[in-house]
């Protein structure tokens, strides 16, 4: 019985929606912050017991990313440091989602500090919005509400894995200004053009990898491998002519945390044809110093499968010439 449930587990369950069960939900409106923490991290260790494909995906990525040339048994102590991470975005998730909604508030408004903000105000004096380009990094959870709660005209292209933390959400980012664009539904592209026009600020994800539009014959290089480039970012730009900056959420620990701001392109510049590239440089530098942060390790595991096998057949036939810095390319 007990090998029927974990296998029914392993084939139609994801780590989403395992931690968003309807007894989870309930939980969570009722635990403080670091007991559902701690809930939520044991619910980890039984969906990852079950998937074990999964897991042994994302430390082959981390080892392929993060072995070459690390110092021994850092890699294996990274990689623990990665699935808590992954733990503690899903219970960030949950805590937006579920927890007290005025104690949220509040958590949103003091626990996280924005660092470079005089860059983002700037930007937003031009008129023509800005396009804050974020990652599947850190707390990022907490970015838009961040901004919100203290007064930033707000919009974020959203995907939903449950109907529930859908209307949960929405509810949410309306009571403190914020516009949700639902990325399963209409034009996104054009409602991300109409809210830059507006003057907000439109939150959008470098990492997003199954969302990329590939340029023809364009690769751009992310954690020493080469992908297709994805044109999104450089459309987005060209149509708005909105400043883009990037914005990451890092965790400081003791419930506190930094919004950090890099400004990336200006209109009438040289870098401003290059969006995409600059804002994943900016996300890569950030992936590589702290590697636990980053929760993106088994979609870009799945991306770069042919590499990774490739990888392995040379570890296994005894492969002994040097490693070179630079990936095949992967077909578009």
């Not at 968003?20 to 809930?39: D, E, K, M, T, V």
């Not at 082959?60 to 294996?76: D, E, N, Q």
């Not at 800005?130 to 974020?156: N, Q, R, W």
């Not at 060209?238 to 620990?253: C, D, E, I, M, Y």
Request: aromatic residues 10%; positive net charge; hydrophobic residues 45%.
């Amino acid at each position: 019985m007990l090998s029927r449930i974990l296998s029914l587990l392993r084939f139609t369950t994801s780590l989403s929606k395992f931690c968003q069960a309807r007894g989870n939900i309930f939980l969570f409106r009722l635990l403080p912050f670091r007991l559902s923490r701690w809930y939520l991290g044991l619910l980890g260790s039984v969906y990852f017991f079950c998937n074990a494909q999964e897991k042994r995906l994302i430390r082959r990525t981390a080892r392929h990313v993060l072995g070459r040339g690390s110092v021994p048994g850092s890699v294996r102590k990274t990689i623990r440091r990665i699935f808590q991470g992954i733990i503690d975005h899903y219970h960030e998730k949950l805590y937006l989602a579920y927890s007290h909604f005025p104690r949220l508030l509040r958590f949103l408004d003091r626990r996280i500090s924005l660092e470079g903000e005089a860059e983002l105000q700037a930007a937003l004096a031009q008129g023509r919005g800005v396009i804050l380009v974020t990652g599947h990094f850190g707390a990022v959870e907490f970015l838009p509400g961040a901004l919100a709660v203290k007064g930033y005209p707000v919009s974020m292209i959203c995907r939903f894995q449950t109907n529930r933390l859908k209307e949960t959400l929405l509810k949410r980012a309306q009571a403190v200004g914020m516009d949700i664009i639902d990325a399963t539904g209409g034009n996104v592209f054009l409602a991300a053009v109409k809210a830059l026009k507006s003057g907000r600020i439109l939150i959008t994800e470098a990492d997003e990898f199954e969302e990329w539009r590939p340029q023809e014959h364009a690769q751009v290089t992310f954690l020493k491998s080469r992908l297709p480039a994805d044109k999104t970012l450089e459309l987005l730009k060209k149509r708005s002519g909105a400043p883009v900056l990037t914005g990451l959420v890092h965790r400081l620990g003791g419930r506190r945390y930094a919004l950090r701001f890099t400004p990336v392109a200006e209109a009438g510049t040289a870098e401003a044809s290059q969006v995409s590239p600059r804002c994943l440089a900016v996300l890569e530098k950030a992936v590589l110093a702290e590697p636990h942060l980053w929760y993106q390790w088994k979609k870009f595991g799945a991306m770069i499968a042919a590499e990774l096998e490739a990888a392995d057949d040379h570890r296994e036939v005894g492969y002994l010439a040097p490693e070179v810095a630079v990936s095949l390319p992967l077909q578009a």
